[in-house]
Nanobody
Framework: QVQLVESGGGLVQAGGSLRLSCAAS????????VGWFRQAPGKEREFVAA????????YYADSVKGRFTISRDNDKNTMYLQMNSLKPEDTAVYYC???????????????WGQGTQVTVSS
């Protein structure tokens, strides 16, 4: 089992930045790829970014490329999502998920956190 806890959400003005954290426990997190997802009100959960276990491979949704950066510190069992140039349409609950491969984590993580709210005001 892997337990994930997100933090770092909040209210920010358009153009601002936030850094989300996803703290992991339970197993050796370097064995797991991690992804970030978001769900806006009335919409389905969507993929945002993913990173392989050792951080060598990263993927981004087109909507966040060039603005968001995913990273991880396996010594701290923590993954991050740096979000810059935020837009009102980035408003959503952000979730981190984990799976044993990056191809799986991009679509259907085996483990999920509880989510953290990000609100971007115009």
């Amino acid at each position: 089992q892997v337990q994930l806890v997100e933090s770092g959400g909040g209210l920010v003005q358009a153009g601002g930045s936030l850094r989300l954290s996803c703290a992991a426990s339970g197993r050796t997190i370097s064995r797991y790829a991690v992804g970030w997802f978001r769900q806006a009100p009335g919409k389905e959960r969507e993929f945002v970014a993913a990173i392989s276990g050792l951080g060598l491979t990263k993927y981004y949704a087109d909507s966040v490329k060039g603005r968001f950066t995913i990273s991880r510190d396996n010594d701290k069992n923590t993954m991050y999502l740096q979000m810059n140039s935020l837009k009102p349409e980035d408003t959503a609950v952000y979730y981190c998920g984990a799976a044993e491969s990056v191809s799986v984590v991009r679509s259907s993580p085996n483990y999920w956190g509880q989510g953290t709210q990000v609100t971007v005001s115009s």
